[in-house]
C-alpha cells in the first residue's frame, strides 16, 4: 500500500496519517517518487520541491508523536500554481521575464496552508501570467494532459489540473480568471471551483486582471474541495477586496440531498459550438440530479451571450494596467542589449513576454487609450453590471444554474494554435461566473473518446455550500470521480 499512496484523495491520506497507519513522510515520498516517475511525459511542475516536502512531513510526524492536535490537511501534500509568490522558492508565472524571481513574502493562502501543516511539493505550470486555455502558452514548456498525452490540459492552471489527474499531488491550488481552474478541472477529469470574488485572498497573487482573478482549489472529489476551501477562505488584512463575512465549515454541506432544489438550464450556455456528445452528458446529469429529487427548468440569459467579447475588453485593460511593473528594474530579466533605461524597459519586455501577453497588453492598452475609453471599456462595464443582474434574478427564481463547463472535451496539442478565436471559445460557458463574480464548481460527468467531460454548477454570491451539496450529491450516486488515467 505504502509506494501507491499518491492514488489517495487528500481525506483518505489525512485518516492514515493521523491513525498512525502511515507517516506524513512515507506519504511525501510517495508523491516525490510519483513525480519522478510520471512528469516527463505530463510535465506538470515548473519547480519541484523534494527536500522541503520531507522536512515539512518530518514536522507533521514530530508533532504527531508529541500528540498536537492538527488539522485535516497537515501532512497532505498539495501543489500551488506558480504565480503564487512562496518565499525562497522560485515563481515564475511561467514567463521569461521573472525566471529567476524568488519571492521575500508568502502568498495569503500559501501562508494559510502552511498554518495547516500541508507539505508542499511544487509549483505547477501555467499559461504565461494565466493569460490562456491550453498551457501552451507557458514560456517553458507544454503540460500534457494525462488522459491523452498528445491533448492539452486545459488552461491556465493547466499544470494545477494534470497534477491532480496524475496523482502528482493529492491537491492544487490555481488561480481563475475566466475559467481558469474550471475548464482545466473539465478536460482533466478533476473537482475544480472558483469562489465567490473576495472569498480567498489574492494577497501575493501575481495580478492578471484584479476584477475578476479568484484562487480556488483542484482537487480529486468534492470532499477535498470542500476541506481545502475551509484552509484558504476568510478575510485578510492585506487585501482590501476580500470580504469579512463568516467562513463556514464547507465539509457540512457534503449532504447527499437535492430534494426540492430548483435547477435552472440557460439555453445560452448550449450555443453553436457544443460538442453533442458534451450537451448529452450535462442533460443526463441534469436528469440524474431531478430523479434524486431536484427540479428543473429551461430558462434564457441574453446578457450571457455577451460574456467573451465584454471580457476580451475588461481583462486586457486591466492586464495592461497590472503588467507595467514587469520592466527590469526591480527583479526578473532586464536585457542585456540595451543603451539607457527607455531601451531597457522596451527590450526587456520584448525579450522576456510571449505573444499571448504582449497581443493582451496591447489590446487593453489600446481599449483604456483617449478617445476608446468610452467606446470599449466603460461600455464593457455597463454590459457586465447587466450581466450581474441578469444573474442576480435568476437566482431569485433558482438555487442553481448547471451547463457545460466547456464546449468540448480537451482539444490537440497545437490544435488550434491558428485559430485564436476557437481557443478563446474553450471558455465561453465560465467567463460570464468571473465578470459576475459568482462561485461555481467542475466535476466530471462523462467521457468522450477517453477524454473527461465537465459539468459546471453555478450558485448565487457565498453559496458555496449549495454547490458543494449539489455537487457532492451527484458524486455519490456515480463513479466518475474514481476513475484514473492510464499513465
Known amino acids: 500500500m505504502a509506494d501507491r499512496l499518491y492514488e489517495l484523495t487528500a481525506h483518505e491520506l489525512s485518516d492514515l496519517i493521523k491513525s498512525k497507519q502511515a507517516s506524513a513522510v512515507e506519504v511525501a515520498q510517495s508523491f516525490v517518487d510519483r513525480i519522478d516517475a510520471v512528469d516527463e511525459r505530463v510535465k506538470s511542475y515548473v519547480t519541484t520541491t523534494p527536500e522541503l516536502a520531507i522536512e515539512q512531513a518530518k514536522a507533521v510526524d514530530d508533532a504527531i508523536a508529541h500528540g498536537e492536535e492538527l488539522g485535516p490537511l497537515a501532512g497532505v501534500p498539495g501543489a500551488i500554481k506558480d504565480n503564487m509568490n512562496t518565499r525562497g522558492v522560485l515563481t515564475t508565472c511561467s514567463s521569461k521575464i521573472l525566471y529567476n524571481y524568488k519571492p521575500i513574502y508568502n502568498a495569503a493562502v500559501v501562508d494559510r496552508l502552511a498554518t495547516e501543516r500541508v507539505v508542499t511539493v ?230 522576456g513576454f510571449g505573444a499571448e501577453v504582449k497581443q493582451r497588453i496591447m489590446i487593453g492598452t489600446y481599449a483604456l487609450s483617449a478617445g476608446y475609453y468610452d467606446a470599449y471599456y466603460l461600455k464593457a462595464q455597463k454590459v457586465r453590471t447587466l450581466l450581474r443582474g441578469e444573474f442576480e434574478k435568476a437566482f431569485e427564481e433558482f438555487d442553481v444554474l448547471i451547463t457545460p463547463t466547456s464546449p468540448t472535451v480537451a482539444f490537440g496539442i497545437g490544435e488550434l494554435a491558428d485559430d485564436p478565436f476557437a481557443m478563446k471559445l474553450a471558455d465561453v460557458c465560465t467567463i460570464p461566473v468571473n465578470l459576475a463574480g459568482i462561485p461555481a464548481i467542475s466535476l466530471p460527468c462523462g467521457y468522450k473518446n477517453g477524454l473527461p467531460i465537465g459539468l459546471q454548477i453555478m450558485a448565487k454570491g457565498l453559496d458555496e455550500e449549495t454547490l458543494l451539496r449539489v455537487a457532492y450529491t451527484f458524486e455519490q450516486h456515480t463513479d466518475y470521480h474514481k476513475n484514473k488515467p492510464k499513465l
Open 122 to 351: 511544487g509549483k505547477t505550470n501555467l499559461d504565461e501570467f494565466a493569460m490562456g486555455s491550453s498551457t501552451e502558452n507557458s514560456g517553458f514548456f507544454v503540460t500534457h494532459n494525462p488522459w491523452n498525452l498528445d491533448k492539452v490540459p486545459g488552461g491556465s492552471s493547466g499544470g494545477s489540473a494534470a497534477a491532480v489527474a496524475a496523482d502528482e499531488c493529492a491537491f492544487a491550488l490555481g488561480s481563475d480568471t475566466g475559467g481558469s481552474i474550471r475548464q482545466p478541472a473539465s478536460f482533466c477529469g478533476v473537482v475544480g471551483m472558483k469562489p465567490t470574488y473576495g472569498r480567498v485572498s489574492r494577497y501575493g497573487l501575481i495580478a492578471f486582471a484584479s476584477s475578476l482573478d479568484q484562487i480556488g482549489p483542484l482537487t480529486k472529489d468534492v470532499t477535498d474541495c470542500a476541506l481545502v476551501m475551509n484552509a484558504i477562505s476568510g478575510k485578510d488584512p492585506c487585501d482590501a477586496t476580500s470580504l469579512d463575512v463568516p467562513v463556514p465549515d464547507f465539509t457540512k454541506s457534503l449532504v447527499d440531498n437535492v430534494k426540492g432544489l430548483k435547477i435552472g438550464v440557460p439555453k445560452e450556455f448550449f450555443a453553436q459550438g457544443t460538442d453533442p456528445d458534451v450537451e448529452k452528458a450535462v442533460r443526463e446529469a441534469i436528469e440524474l440530479l431531478t430523479s434524486l429529487g431536484a427540479e428543473y427548468k429551461d430558462t434564457s440569459m441574453r446578457s450571457a451571450g455577451y460574456g467573451l467579447p465584454v471580457y476580451y475588453i475588461i481583462a486586457p485593460a486591466e492586464c495592461s494596467s497590472n503588467l507595467a511593473r514587469f520592466d527590469g528594474v526591480r527583479y526578473g530579466l532586464r536585457s542585456k542589449d540595451s543603451s539607457d533605461v527607455i531601451s531597457m524597459f522596451n527590450k526587456t519586455r520584448e525579450e
